[in-house]
């Protein structure tokens, strides 16, 4: 197992990703990451045709909309995305919100990284990022909230 201090963390779009588990340490079951984002920050609209996403904040408010619905998050609660599902969420507090996402089976974690890597932006790079996206079964369906 990876000492927590060694674990990679990659900066995207304003959100710091640091990763928790690995699927080189779940044989593939899961990814678990830790994630802290900025007031008013959220990815836009899509859909993980591969995985289910459980979301554990730890800190500040999420406005969460999945599938025409919206419902809010705060510390100590969570939300469980069925993969399949479209959604987004949004921070809504005044400060940044921490979260722990835990995805299944693993693997995600590593569109971050080359997000990171390349330094795209939305929606400057979307050809590249949705390039990316297609390799970790993600498509973008809409805009942010």
């Known amino acids: ?84 599902a479209e959604h987004t969420y949004r921070v809504v507090s005044d400060h940044a919100s921490r979260k722990i996402t835990i995805l299944t089976p693993g693997g995600f974690d590593r569109f971050f990284a080359e997000m990171a890597t390349g330094g795209f932006r939305i929606p400057e790079d979307m050809d590249a990022i949705n390039e990316s996206a297609a390799r970790h079964n993600l498509r973008f369906t809409g805009p942010p909230l």
């Open 1 to 84: 197992m990876k000492d927590l201090a060694t674990r990679d963390t990659h900066v995207w779009n304003g959100t710091t990703y640091r990763t928790i588990l690995d699927i080189s340490e779940t044989g593939g079951a899961m990814s678990i990451f830790d994630s802290t984002s900025p007031p008013r920050s959220g990815p836009p609209r899509h859909v993980h045709d591969a995985e289910d996403e459980i979301f554990v904040v730890l800190s500040g408010e999420v406005e969460f909309w999945m599938e025409g619905e919206s419902f809010i998050r705060g510390a100590g609660e969570t939300a469980f995305i069925p993969r399949g």
